[in-house]
């Protein structure tokens, strides 16, 4: 795969692009604190509603993923498709949502202190210990 270079259209296109980021992970905080606190037909009910909303909030993200690729290719061969998950566009898309690369790129032509990378840290650690707590836990 070609790398993708993520560039901004000014300081007010990476504050957008970080409000969206921000919205995205916190919807996914909130989804995964639903998740470990809730039991039975609730977890299934607060299961779906938060995969809508991420869904829902993932478009901007899948909508800027579409103009930095515009021609979405196969990329690699099948058992890379199928753990690497598929297409260009996919990758970036994944990368755009939680990557490092872009978010430290819009840190800075904001003029953001690149330290806000360590609650993209934080987040992905609480995912971490969240799916470490149901495995040690599966009768909640």
């Not at 993708?4 to 504050?15: E, H, I, L, M, N």
């Not at 604190?33 to 607060?46: D, K, M």
């Not at 939680?98 to 650690?125: D, K, M, N």
Request: proline share 4%; charged share 20%.
């Amino acid at each position: 795969m070609d790398p993708v270079t993520y560039t901004f259209d000014g300081q007010a296109d990476a504050s957008k692009y970080l409000r969206e980021v921000g919205v995205l992970w916190g919807a996914w905080l909130v989804g995964l604190v639903g998740l470990l606190v809730t039991n039975a037909w609730l977890l299934l009910i607060w299961g779906f509603l938060s995969l809508a909303m991420l869904i829902v909030l993932a478009r901007p993200i899948q909508r800027r993923a579409e103009r930095l690729i515009p021609e979405n290719k196969v990329v690699g061969g099948k058992i890379e498709t199928v753990f690497r998950g598929g297409t260009s566009r996919d990758r970036a898309i994944r990368d755009l949502a939680y990557g490092t690369e872009p978010f430290l790129v819009a840190l800075r032509v904001t003029g953001r202190s690149e330290r806000w990378i360590l609650v993209r840290h934080l987040l992905v650690a609480l995912t971490i210990l969240g799916l470490i707590w149901i495995i040690l836990n599966p009768g909640i």
